[in-house]
């Protein structure tokens, strides 16, 4: 059975500081998806991360995926109050079903 | 509207009624979802299918019921509802091999 853990689940950062957010998971997959979710609202895709070693760039936003090792790491850089949200890492659960696993999320407070 | 929505946005029921959280998707996708969001739980899947009639059990499907007649549509159903049930639930889409699209989702409170 598929799990995945996210660490950690809660993180409080200042403005204009660095931190990564980890993802693992236990059973083989080459398929992780990052989303972002504000208070209230819907989940948004950020990231696909396809295969071993993809990494992903989006404005202070970095993602890769290390299949070998199964882990995808989110990193944050220079921190700002908009990427306060919480985050998801989800796996494809393989199989063809299109079946993801997600882990339990990281809450985000970027403080000023 | 294109994309994918989901009606009511907001439900208040009572225990034991029945009752059927609808999801539409505009981009013809193959597979649809029903996830159910709670604090400390993330998001577990409870319904999904592969295209028009053809669905099948997630993680939590005890309580509900799917159906799919159509391409675009995925109700889901509760049959007697139950207060383990409050939730936020959402509904997704995908293409074959991409990242699922989330509907708005209905908040769901069962008094």
């Known amino acids: 059975e598929l799990k995945v853990e996210q660490n950690p689940l809660f993180l409080s950062m200042q403005e204009g500081k660095n931190y990564t957010i980890y993802c693992n998971y236990s059973t083989t997959s080459d398929r992780l998806y990052w989303y972002r979710q504000d208070p209230g609202k819907s989940l948004e895709s950020l990231f696909v991360?396809?295969?071993?070693?993809a990494v992903k760039q989006e404005g202070r936003l970095m993602a890769s995926l290390d299949t070998k090792a199964r882990l995808s790491t989110l990193h944050i850089t220079a921190a700002v109050h908009d990427l306060s949200a919480t985050y998801f890492c989800?796996?494809?659960?393989?199989?063809?079903?299109?079946?993801?696993?997600f882990g339990k999320g990281t809450k985000l407070t970027v403080n000023p | 509207d294109a994309g994918i929505t989901q009606s009511p946005r907001y439900k208040i029921t009572e225990t034991g009624r029945q009752v059927t959280l609808m999801c539409h998707q505009t981009?013809?996708?193959?597979?649809m979802f029903w996830y159910r969001q709670d604090l400390g739980h993330g998001l577990r899947l409870i319904y999904y299918s592969a295209a028009a009639d053809i669905t099948d059990k997630g993680e939590v499907p005890d309580g509900y019921v799917v159906s799919r007649s159509k391409t675009e549509n995925f109700p889901l159903t509760l049959e007697s509802a139950t207060r383990s049930q409050t939730s936020v639930y959402f509904c997704a889409s995908t293409p074959d091999t991409y990242e699922q699209y989330f509907g708005p989702g209905t908040r769901l409170t069962v008094t």
């Open positions: 981009w013809s996708h193959s597979y």
């Open positions: 989800a796996v494809d659960n393989q199989g063809g079903s299109e079946k993801l696993v």
């Open positions: 991360l396809l295969s071993n070693g």
